[in-house]
């Protein structure tokens, strides 16, 4: 792994305010405990630093408060959320929807953990962005127009073939 992703670390911190974290600053994953250690974070992160890896020059351009931050935690969301609908887990990705909307992405999410990246899967990632976008209160805000491409997922796709 760290051949990889240039030397990818692993920490414990309790002092740090989520489960589980990704700095691109200093290439680690952090978790706050060793109870915070689960394949739902393990996922989520290894991802955030799979998609370091991906975009041109890196994700950190894309931290708290400066747009393409939702774009960057969605994508997260979205392929831990499909990963979760084929082995087990809680999707992330639609918290704080109306239950419409909610329900919307479950099917969603769940048409394309067994379909793949389709043509409909990549027309409805805007939509779902923007929903994202529009009731996550922590993530949501920092969305930055034209980069709502799953680039990341799509070349994960790639590199398995």
């Known amino acids: 792994m760290n051949e990889v992703w240039n030397g990818l670390n692993f920490n414990v911190d309790g002092s740090i305010s989520n489960p589980a974290e990704y700095n691109c600053a200093i290439n680690t994953i952090t978790f706050k405990s060793g109870s915070s250690i689960n394949k739902n974070a ?10 370091n890896t991906i975009y041109p020059e890196g994700t950190c351009q894309y931290h708290l408060g400066t747009p393409g931050y939702t774009n ?3 994508e997260a969301k979205v392929f831990k959320d499909i990963y979760s609908k084929l082995y087990g887990g809680m999707t992330s990705g639609n918290v704080n929807f109306p239950p419409l909307l909610f329900d919307e992405y479950e099917t969603w999410i769940t048409n394309n953990a067994y379909e793949g990246i389709t043509q409909a899967f990549r027309e409805q990632y805007n939509t779902m962005l923007g929903y994202f976008n529009e009731y996550n209160s922590f993530y949501g805000g920092y969305l930055l127009p034209g980069f ?11 590199d398995c073939n």
């Open 72 to 74: 960057i935690e969605f």
């Open 42 to 51: 393990i996922l989520e992160e290894l991802f955030h630093a799979y998609q």
């Open 148 to 158: 709502g491409s799953p680039n990341a997922m799509i070349q994960s796709k790639v």
